[in-house]
């Protein structure tokens, strides 16, 4: 089983969607992981999430994929500030985990906690902290939380039928003024054990 460390810096990788799935490629070929636990931070999209809540994402919502209206000269560069802006809604936009999987997580004592979530995580080349498209990304396509690797995760892992659940822990909100703080990955590598655990005593 292959665990996945924590994210790294957005400016470390400019393709983080195409790199992430090169990589899970190549892992899953070389090690054959029974499944896969993808752990790292996310930033929430709704103001009901907290630093330090979990969202366990048993759906990957594409969120770099959009289009745009025609916009005046001065607007060219932040197209994504505008309400005119819309993400295509077509097969390549999202990702599930797999049913199975997911339902024997929801059966663990470990993960019924209040601060764990089961939710779509936005996920993209892009780091988004405006308000306004944080929340369309929400009310529009159900988007609890984002993080920049985990699509490209899926898409390797379910091209190959293995397994992938992305788990992240909130480490700002950008709409409750929440700074970034890096130092609560811990409790998403500490989650990702204890699940670790409750697996092996089923084997």
């Keep these: 089983m292959y665990l ?21 490629h190549l892992l899953i070929q070389n090690y054959h992981p029974l499944f896969i636990l993808n752990q790292g931070t996310a930033g929430a999209s709704t103001e ?10 048993d759906k990957i919502y594409y969120i770099s994929q959009f289009s745009t209206e ?15 802006y819309r993400t295509l809604d077509n097969e390549h936009m999202s990702y599930s985990a797999n049913p199975d999987f997911l339902n024997w997580l ?24 405006d308000a306004k ?15 920049m690797e985990c699509s490209g995760a899926y898409i390797a892992a379910n ?24 130092k609560l990955g811990i409790k998403s590598q500490e989650l990702v054990v204890n699940i ?8």
């Design 48 to 57: 009901q999430l907290n630093r330090g809540d979990i969202i366990i994402g």
């Design 106 to 129: 929801q059966t663990l004592e470990i993960l019924r906690k209040d601060n764990i979530y089961f939710g779509t995580i936005g996920s993209g080349d892009v780091w988004t902290k």
């Design 133 to 147: 498209t944080i929340e369309k990304y929400n009310q529009v396509h159900g988007v609890v939380c984002e993080a």
């Design 4 to 24: 996945p460390g924590l994210s790294h810096h957005p400016q470390q990788d400019q393709d983080w969607r195409d790199c992430k799935q090169h990589r899970h």
């Design 159 to 182: 091209s190959l039928d293995i397994s992938l659940v992305s788990i992240r822990v909130i480490a700002n909100n950008e709409l409750k003024g929440q700074k970034y703080d890096e």
């Design 70 to 84: 025609e916009h005046k000269e001065e607007d060219i560069l932040n197209p994504w500030k505008k309400d005119e």
């Design 196 to 203: 670790i655990d409750e697996y092996l005593k089923t084997v």
